[in-house]
Nanobody, 115 residues
Framework: QVQLVESGGGLVQSGGSLSISCAASGGMFRTYYMAWYRQAPGKQRELVAAITASGTTNYQDALKGRFSISRDNAKNTVYLQMNSLKPEDSAVYCC?????????WGQGTQVTVSS
């Protein structure tokens, strides 16, 4: 069973930056496809960014250039660096992991961007 724990969320002013992380346990992290999703109140969950086991990244088109996903396999952790944040980036950000046994979700971390 894979467990995911997010950290680093909080309140930031518009235009600011924030980095959130997701620590994984319970398996071979280096083989996992990892992703960040977000969900704002009243909106559907959406993909923010993803990174494959080999390090290939993929981003929601609207977030390219502002958000960056990375992973540290030695620390079993995936990161999301968010720059030039906007109030519309406010959401619960959830970590997602997928391997050959299934997919897993973290509890999420709240990111709030004040205007």
């Amino acid at each position: 069973q894979v467990q995911l724990v997010e950290s680093g969320g909080g309140l930031v002013q518009s235009g600011g930056s924030l980095s959130i992380s997701c620590a994984a346990s319970g398996g071979m992290f280096r083989t996992y496809y990892m992703a960040w999703y977000r969900q704002a109140p009243g909106k559907q969950r959406e993909l923010v960014a993803a990174i494959t086991a080999s390090g290939t990244t993929n981003y929601q088109d609207a977030l390219k250039g502002r958000f960056s996903i990375s992973r540290d396999n030695a620390k079993n952790t995936v990161y999301l660096q968010m720059n030039s944040l906007k109030p519309e980036d406010s959401a619960v950000y959830c970590c997602y992991a997928e391997n050959d046994r299934g997919h897993y979700w973290g509890q999420g971390t709240q990111v709030t961007v004040s205007s």
